[in-house]
T-cell receptor, first 113, second 114 residues
Framework: AQSVTQLDSQVPVFEEAPVELRCNYS??????LFWYVQYPNQGLQLLLK??????LVKSINGFEAEFNKSQTSFHLRKPSVHISDTAEYFC???????????FGKGTRLHILP | DTGVSQDPRHKITKRGQNVTFRCDPI?????LYWYRQTLGQGPEFLTY????????KSRLLSDRFSAERPKGSFSTLEIQRTEQGDSAMYLC????????????FGPGTRLTVL
């Protein structure tokens, strides 16, 4: 069965520093990959997704993630974080042809002033 | 349309009581999903509907759980004889009937079983 591993439960980073949130999934079959974000006291919302085509996908607020099939990874990066990026980030995967999404445990991003 | 809504936002109940939650999806979305999220975990899939048909149920969904979507619009999730282990955030999401379409999540219903 498909599973998602987010090794870091919390990541502290100084404001304006770069950040990488790691995500690995278990199966190498054809997949769709997602990053969802949950800001404090808000619901889950999609940050970006990989369906096909270019392995580098970007969000409107400066995050990007790269699909690496050989390493079964989909790490999330941002070159310079802001205090407004404080949130919990969930990596998720869906097997092609399957409609449910499997989520990781989440990584809490703490932005230090 | 303002998005997926869920009611109530919070529910406190005593062990053994029955509870029912409601989810109203985005109006043009055929698919509706239920997830459960416990502290320190990501959301776990429970079940989903396409219109009124329940297409898949997780093994997590014990016999005490039942979900319905009678007219293909809103959905209810009922938990009978609640247990303390049922305490969690229950999330609803909706999407168009395409597997690549984004699932839009509601704010959730937080259940506390005393």
């Amino acid at each position: 069965a498909q599973s998602v591993t987010q090794l870091d439960s919390q990541v502290p980073v100084f404001e304006e520093a770069p950040v990488e949130l790691r995500c690995n999934y278990s199966s190498s079959v054809s997949v769709y990959l997602f990053w969802y974000v949950q800001y404090p006291n808000q619901g889950l919302q999609l940050l970006l997704k990989y369906l096909s085509g270019s392995t580098l996908v970007k969000s409107i607020n400066g995050f990007e993630a790269e699909f690496n099939k050989s390493q079964t990874s989909f790490h999330l990066r941002k070159p310079s974080v802001h205090i407004s990026d404080t949130a919990e980030y969930f990596c998720a995967v869906s097997d092609r042809g399957d409609d449910k999404i499997i989520f990781g445990k989440g990584t809490r991003l703490h932005i230090l002033p | 349309d303002t998005g997926v809504s869920q009611d109530p936002r919070h529910k406190i109940t005593k062990r053994g009581q029955n509870v029912t939650f409601r989810c109203d999806p985005i109006s043009e979305h055929n698919r509706l999903y239920w997830y459960r999220q416990t502290l320190g975990q990501g959301p776990e899939f429970l079940t989903y509907f396409q219109n009124e048909a329940q297409l898949e149920k997780s093994r997590l969904l014990s016999d005490r759980f039942s979900a319905e979507r009678p007219k293909g619009s809103f959905s209810t999730l009922e938990i009978q004889r609640t247990e303390q282990g049922d305490s969690a955030m229950y999330l609803c999401a909706s999407s168009l009937p395409v597997s690549t379409d984004t699932q839009y999540f509601g704010p959730g219903t937080r259940l506390t079983v005393l």
